[in-house]
């Protein structure tokens, strides 16, 4: 069974401090892909990255990075330098295998960040 | 990245009356749509996937019945909640899938809010 969890329920930070959000997955796929995405209170979910079970690299896009540890099954999600903008619900997904445009996202439960002026 | 539309973005209505939704991509022809519903503060539960030509497939316990599911062009999808009531208010939001076999990703649309009275 695949299964993502956002353990981190609610974060509050102050403006400019750095802020981690975790996600944990379970799969048995061999090949899957991660996903971020971000939920402004506007509603829309905003894609952020996908990555591959096969890249463990790590990625950083302006203030926004990216850790994929296969060995501990993680995929968290860090903030440098978090802005008001920031807040948001942030959710975590797992799609797994081969199988084109059919396979299933699964989500995790959102972890919901308030960054404070 | 890819872009979705839905309509109507909020809608009231009255318990017993149908109301649908339709979800447009704009920049892209999408074999496989996806319907989600999200209560307050929970996260996305996938309802149904939704065929171009051929029937929904929908998740289990998601009554196919009340929420009618029609996918007649590579454009546009279309939810219709049936006989809605009060239970039915949620946050319904679509999405479809770009990409290459294995590689694709969902886009989302920005969602519609539906409260039954």
């Known amino acids: 069974a695949q299964k993502v969890t956002q353990a981190q329920t609610e974060i509050s930070v102050v403006e400019k401090e750095d802020v981690t959000l975790d996600c944990v997955y379970e799969?048995?796929?061999?090949?899957?892909?991660l996903f971020w995405y971000k939920q402004p209170p506007s509603g829309e979910l905003v894609f952020l990255i996908r990555?591959?079970?096969?890249?463990?690299q790590n990625e950083i896009s302006g203030r926004y990075s990216w850790n994929f540890q296969k060995s501990t099954s993680s995929f968290n999600f860090t903030i440098t330098a978090s802005q008001v903008v920031d807040s948001a619900v942030y959710f975590c997904?797992?799609?797994?295998?081969?199988?084109?445009?059919?396979?299933?996202?699964?989500f995790g439960t959102g972890t919901l960040l308030a960054v404070q002026p | 990245g890819a872009v979705v539309s839905q309509h109507p973005s909020r809608v009231i209505c009255k318990s017993g009356t149908s109301v649908k939704i339709e979800c447009r991509s704009l920049d892209f022809q999408a074999t496989t749509m996806f319907w989600y519903r999200q209560f307050p503060k929970k996260s996305l539960m996938l309802m149904a996937t939704?065929?171009?030509?051929?029937?929904?497939?929908?998740e289990q316990g998601v009554e196919k019945d009340k929420f009618l599911i029609n996918h007649a062009s590579l454009t546009l999808s279309t939810l219709t909640v049936t006989s809605a009531h009060p239970e039915d208010s949620s946050f319904y939001i679509c999405s479809y899938s770009s990409g290459g076999m294995g590689m694709n990703t969902q886009y989302f649309g920005p969602g519609t809010r539906l409260t039954v009275l």
């Open positions: 939704s065929n171009e030509g051929s029937k929904a497939t929908y």
């Open positions: 990555r591959n079970s096969f890249d463990e």
């Open positions: 997904a797992l799609r797994g295998g081969y199988g084109g445009a059919t396979n299933k996202l699964i």
């Open positions: 799969t048995r796929d061999t090949t899957y892909y």
